[in-house]
T-cell receptor, first 116, second 114 residues
Framework: EAGVTQSPTHLIKTRGQQVTLRCSPI?????VYWYQQALGLGLQFLLW???????NRGNFPPRFSGRQFPNYSSELNVNALELEDSALYLC???????????????FGSGTQLSVL | AQKVTQAQTEISVVEKEDVTLDCVYE???????LFWYKQPPSGELVFLIR??????QNEISGRYSWNFQKSTSSFNFTITASQVVDSAVYFC???????????FGKGTMLLVSP
């Protein structure tokens, strides 16, 4: 069974540009989570989608947005890129909502975004 | 609020040494879950263990063991007889019933040299 897949694996952009990252969850998983892993900051929660709807977002500006498609795959969009957006963006999926369900997240290998 | 603190940023050991990674958490909830994940150089986080707040039994899995102590709000992870393949970043994480997402610590980078 395929795990969580993310594309592209690496991306180089310049300040002010826009980027779209993609994530395919494990088959049957309906929840998709996006995390940003910047150097020295650990994993910061970005967005959570479940059943096609945005359920929660972390403390990030509105230029970070996304969506979840009917097949449960997801996109993360970042507009007006800034240097500090350089990070590894990780996508994770779970079978059910992780909240209080004793579920666990399955992670992809991430997209390494470099903003020059 | 929920918070996870991993005070050790980086640990270096020589192969076969035992090493303990510390994790301290904060939560006001009585029902919560604690996790450890391993992130090898490939980037993908690998699930290691999940523990609920009502189960304070320590757990051992091969060379890995976990010590959960509610009295000190700690969930420490010990690797016995470390190996080079254990080199990775290790994350502790927490979720409680008031939140919908995992909160991660900043991670501890473990470097095991031959």
């Amino acid at each position: 069974e395929a795990g969580v897949t993310q594309s592209p694996t690496h991306l180089i952009k310049t300040r002010g540009q826009q980027v779209t990252l993609r994530c395919s969850p494990i088959s049957g998983h309906t929840s998709v989570y996006w995390y940003q892993q910047a150097l020295g900051l650990g994993l910061q929660f970005l967005l959570w989608y479940d059943e096609g709807e945005e359920r929660n977002r972390g403390n990030f500006p509105p230029r970070f947005s996304g969506r979840q498609f009917p097949n449960y795959s997801s996109e993360l969009n970042v507009n007006a890129l800034e240097l500090e957006d350089s990070a590894l963006y990780l996508c994770a999926s779970s079978l059910y909502r992780v909240r209080a369900t004793n579920e666990k997240l399955f992670f992809g290998s991430g997209t390494q975004l470099s903003v020059l | 609020a929920q918070k996870v603190t991993q005070a050790q940023t980086e640990i270096s050991v020589v192969e076969k040494e035992d090493v303990t990674l510390d994790c301290v958490y904060e939560t006001r909830d009585t029902t919560y879950y604690l996790f450890w994940y391993k992130q090898p150089p490939s980037g993908e986080l690998v699930f290691l263990i999940r523990r609920n707040s009502f189960d304070e039994q320590n757990e051992i899995s091969g060379r890995y063991s976990w010590n959960f102590q509610k009295s000190t709000s700690s969930f420490n992870f010990t690797i016995t007889a470390s190996q080079v393949v254990d080199s990775a970043v290790y994350f502790c994480a927490l979720i409680n019933s008031g939140y919908s997402t995992l909160t991660f610590g900043k991670g501890t980078m473990l470097l095991v040299s031959p």
